[in-house]
């Protein structure tokens, strides 16, 4: 059965206990198999006794062989000490010693997988490499409307980057651990190594509880699989997607994306911008990129109270001085560019604007919705409400 056919687990991986995820790990597979050797050593040589007691295997011998002796022989043998041949009259069985011999070069074989194992786990970090796996899937766990990005490359690690500028906290998948290194470096970042097509690894990214999905896969078949789970996994989340084409930005759509963009048009457009409308590229920069700048775009949403209401009874520009460069209405509706005063305001409508970020926060408190306001390009601190500010 598929992912897209099988349900989500309800027990994501991040619940495992430490034991559990221990028991996986090569080290009890290689001293497992180390004791599996001893089991099947000791059932060998009672099994080969029996046969010469019985006079099946010659010569025969006059009592059969304990498991006790049995065990200790085994233990001697592979633990390579040899205090001597335990069992009576071995020195006089052939087949024994031959399947002794065997036992010998067996047991060499599995001990040396087992302490190349035990150095592996505790030198070369696999145990700190599962210790901090634990750790960040305990951090995620605790996390509300976050943001996941799936892929680190190139335009991943500019996702990254701007949603760590905004102070957000941000968890990242991706299948190549030199890829992920220096990611853990940032602030507010968790990394998952893994499959993002995988209903387990969103799972463990906390996608029922996050606020947005970016996905900067290098395939857009991957694309597409990791929005159909996502969408499946949270109906709520906001997922936007890379596309490699524009004729590819459709079916993104169609698969459940709310937004998809196409690196090499979106590039396009910035080079030609750059060519013949160099100022303006520059202060859209300085107000999306520069953390000094004091202009930004936001957008804040009306709350309850202004609902039915029209645009010029908040008195925007007299009291906040802000201009309205547009309005979005709830649901699908397209902007409003510079709106008239009689348009009639809706719950959850958007008010665009650009200044200073001391006068957003006036804005977000004047029209009654202390969480709807986001302030494109300000760091956390930024976008605080300033609690004198209140019209």
């Not at 305990?138 to 690690?157: A, D, F, P, Q, W």
Request: aromatic share 6%; hydrophobic share 45%.
């Amino acid at each position: 059965m598929s992912d897209l056919q099988r349900p989500a687990s309800p027990r994501s991986a991040h619940h495992e206990p430490l034991l559990k995820t221990v028991l996986k790990s090569r080290l009890v597979t290689a001293f497992s198999a180390v004791a599996a050797l001893l089991g099947f050593g000791t059932l060998g040589y009672w099994f080969l006794g029996r046969l010469h007691y019985v006079g099946v295997l010659t010569p025969t011998i006059e009592t059969p062989w304990s498991l006790l002796d049995c065990l200790y022989m085994t233990v001697i043998t592979v633990s390579t000490i040899g205090y001597g041949e335990t069992l009576p009259s071995l020195e006089s069985l052939p087949i024994v010693r031959i399947y002794t011999i065997g036992l010998i070069l067996t047991a060499m074989i599995l001990v040396a997988f087992a302490v190349s194992s035990a150095t592996a786990f505790l030198v070369d970090g696999d145990l700190q490499r599962m210790l901090l796996r634990r750790r960040t899937m305990n951090e995620i766990s605790r996390l509300k409307g976050h943001y996941i990005v799936c892929g680190c490359g190139v335009t991943g690690g500019v996702i990254i980057e701007e949603l760590v500028s905004l102070s957000l906290r941000v968890v990242v998948i991706d299948v190549d651990e030199t890829r992920l290194e220096p990611i853990r470096e940032l602030r507010g970042v968790n990394t998952i190594l893994g499959d993002a097509t995988s209903d387990e690894i969103l799972l463990e990214a906390g996608v029922e509880n996050a606020a947005g999905l970016a996905i900067a896969l290098r395939d857009d078949k991957d694309n597409v699989f990791v929005i159909i789970s996502v969408r499946q996994l949270n109906p709520g989340i906001r997922i936007v997607s890379q596309a490699s084409a524009t004729d590819v930005q459709s079916k993104l759509l169609r698969a459940g994306a709310d937004s998809a963009v196409a690196s090499s048009y979106v590039g396009g457009l910035r080079l030609v911008s750059q060519l013949i409308r160099p100022e303006v590229v520059t202060f859209l920069d300085l107000m999306l990129r520069q953390k000094d700048s004091a202009v930004r775009f936001a957008e804040v949403e009306i709350g309850p109270d202004w609902s039915g209401r029209a645009l010029g009874d908040l008195e925007i520009e007299r009291k906040v001085g802000l201009p309205i460069l547009a309005i979005k209405q709830p649901g699908d509706t397209p902007f409003v560019f510079n709106p008239p005063p009689d348009l009639m305001l809706q719950e959850h409508a958007k008010i665009i604007t650009m200044g200073e970020v001391a006068r957003v926060n006036q804005l977000e408190q004047l029209v009654g919705d202390p969480d709807g306001a986001t302030i494109l390009g300000a760091p956390e601190e930024e976008v605080m409400p300033d609690p004198v500010g209140d019209t």
